[in-house]
């Protein structure tokens, strides 16, 4: 028993070894900051003038997104989360391989690489935690109460209540799901195909199109991006947005 012990603990701390890498941001743009002794900005790899230190986020460090935050990162095995605005996220919080994201508030999406073969990866939320094994999935975290919105877009993930143990629903390509607090993961219905977080991707395209050729034209979109005022309004976030529908509200006397 004290051999199984003694091993058991090597294992746990060979596993904790191998979790302490940073997570480097590969693209960014807007307000993307980390808690490290404070708040302190990050900036994109290759940053003229930027301590390496600031291109990357380590174990148990929360990463902080303004109104017009955004940031796509990659871990060492190729796997990215991309961060979308006003959003909180904890990198590795748990300490260990499988334990990637733990979201506080606001959106990510996860692409997990599984080339060499199934990759186990877990994301968290107050109310839920997804299990993966190599896939590309949105996770949303839309109020305090920790509601939780997970939509898959390629391969299938395994959804399990926080906070009420129960049965696990496993979501397929295009399916996704609302986990609300108070009520258990068995009374909850899947949505439909997953609309993921096609707008935001595709705002941020075209913002950068504009902000990196002033002056010109979005090919058939007369030079404004769609949903703004059309005004000319090239600055990113500024412009009305046109979000997916929104889901439907519990329903009701779900204890």
């Known amino acids: 028993m004290l051999l199984l012990a003694l091993g058991a603990g090597v294992f746990v701390s060979t596993l904790r070894a191998q979790s302490k890498e940073a997570a480097t941001v590969i693209e960014m743009e807007g307000q993307v900051s980390v808690i490290r002794g404070g708040q302190v900005p990050l900036f994109a790899k290759g940053t003229p003038g930027a301590p390496a230190a600031q291109w990357g986020v380590r174990p148990k ?3 902080v997104t303004g109104p017009d935050g955004h940031a796509v990162f990659q871990i060492s095995d190729g796997s990215t989360f991309e961060v979308f605005p006003n959003s909180r996220v904890t990198f590795q919080g748990d300490w260990t391989i499988e334990d990637m994201l733990q979201l506080i508030l606001g959106k990510i999406r996860v692409q997990v690489e599984h080339r060499n ?6 994301v968290q939320t ?3 935690v997804i299990s993966v094994r190599g896939t590309v999935f949105d996770v949303e975290v839309q109020d305090d109460d920790g509601t939780t919105y997970v939509a898959v877009e390629e391969g299938q993930v395994i959804v399990q209540h926080r906070l009420k143990p129960g049965n696990t629903k496993t ?4 399916e996704s799901l609302m986990v609300y607090a108070n009520q258990p993961l068995a009374q909850a219905k899947p949505q439909g195909p997953g609309v993921g977080f096609w707008w935001d991707r595709a705002k941020n395209a075209m913002a950068d199109i ?3 050729n002033p002056g010109g ?3 058939g979109k007369g030079g404004s991006i769609p949903g703004s005022s059309g005004g000319g309004q090239g600055d990113h976030g500024k412009g009305t947005k046109n979000p997916p529908p929104a889901p439907p509200p519990p ?3 779900g204890n």
């Open 171 to 174: 979501l397929n390509q295009n």
């Open 126 to 128: 107050p109310t839920a």
């Open 117 to 122: 073969g199934p990759n186990h990866k877990k």
């Open 210 to 212: 504009l902000l990196n």
């Open 217 to 219: 034209v979005i090919p």
């Open 251 to 253: 329903p009701g006397g």
């Open 61 to 63: 460090e929360e990463i």
